[in-house]
């Protein structure tokens, strides 16, 4: 079995870390965890209580971490930076959204409307439209990242 974070005082506690999971509106999630699994540049990176100092950016995608109570949650987010330092992980993305809170159907319809918007921008490229077309992307990433923490 697992080891909990619950009944460790917070002076000693071998099995959990820290998150702050923070989007530009507001504080996501703070609280101990027992594992962190983010998506970053070139895949995913797991980290664990006791993990080396360390600083990446995050890419649209699944977090995903296991809390003080051994819960899993699942967050669709959006670009921004991870940093680890001292048992403690800080996340500042652009989005972040529980995985209970998507409506699969609705997102999947918003995506594929994207694709199509993107692949007619394509068909008649003009240079002027790319920050359109990069507009259009992102969201598009966005759409995928909660796609892939539904069920």
């Known amino acids: 079995m ?3 974070c619950a009944h460790w005082s917070k002076a000693h506690n071998p099995y959990c870390m820290y998150l702050r999971l923070i989007s530009v509106d ?3 999630f703070e609280g101990e965890v027992a594992s962190v699994r ?3 540049s070139d895949g995913q990176i797991a980290v664990l209580p006791h993990h080396e ?6 890419v649209p995608g699944a977090l995903v971490f296991q809390d003080d109570t051994e819960s899993m949650h699942a967050y669709a987010v959006g670009s921004g930076v991870l940093r680890v330092e001292d048992d403690t992980v800080s996340v500042l993305v652009d989005m972040a959204e529980h995985a209970v ?4 159907e609705a997102t999947l319809s918003r995506k594929n ?5 993107i692949q007619k921008l394509r068909a008649g490229w003009e240079p002027e439209n790319s920050e359109i077309l990069m507009e259009l992307e992102d969201r598009r990433l966005r ?3 909660r796609l892939s923490v539904t069920v």
């Open 113 to 117: 409307a994207l694709e199509d918007e």
């Open 26 to 28: 507001r504080i996501v």
């Open 143 to 145: 759409e995928t990242a």
């Open 101 to 104: 809170n998507i409506n699969t």
């Open 38 to 40: 983010a998506p970053v």
């Open 53 to 58: 100092p360390f600083a990446s950016t995050i």
């Open 2 to 4: 697992a080891q909990n």
